[in-house]
């Protein structure tokens, strides 16, 4: 079954969507509305199998905001690997960082995106 076209794998995106977490919440009010040099980001953005928590396209970059249930996460690691064969670089940021350092964030993500640009 292709997952592209699962009315429920749509569901669960726009679910991921509504209850964002409150890190999601603070990284996406810095990645939307092309505030990072003109780059559109996506939430919840479908790649194979995968929902990536923002992504743009255009340089191929996932930005993931991980809370303590990522830490030494076999599903995670696959999902990278996964990730990596599709040229997609992934950007991982503990939602503590994102909640008490959103400018330390910010910084490294204009870093990452300035060399890929």
């Known amino acids: 079954m292709n997952l592209y076209n ?4 749509k569901e669960r ?10 890190a999601e919440k603070k990284l996406w009010s810095i990645l939307r ?3 990072i040099r003109d780059l559109k980001f996506f939430r ?17 970059l996932a930005i ?6 990522h830490v030494e996460n076999d599903y995670d690691e696959k999902r990278t690997a ?11 940021f503990w939602n503590n960082d994102i909640l008490n350092n959103l400018d330390g964030v910010y910084a490294k993500i204009l870093s990452v ?5």
């Open 6 to 9: 699962n009315k429920n794998f």
């Open 82 to 92: 996964y990730l990596k064969k599709q040229n997609i670089f992934v950007l991982r």
């Open 113 to 117: 995106v300035g060399s890929m640009t």
């Open 64 to 69: 993931e905001a991980d809370g303590g249930q």
């Open 44 to 60: 919840q953005y479908s790649v194979g199998n995968y929902i990536l928590d923002f992504y743009c396209p255009k340089i191929r």
């Open 13 to 22: 995106r726009r679910a991921l969507r509504r209850l964002q977490t409150d």
């Open 33 to 35: 509305n092309k505030r």
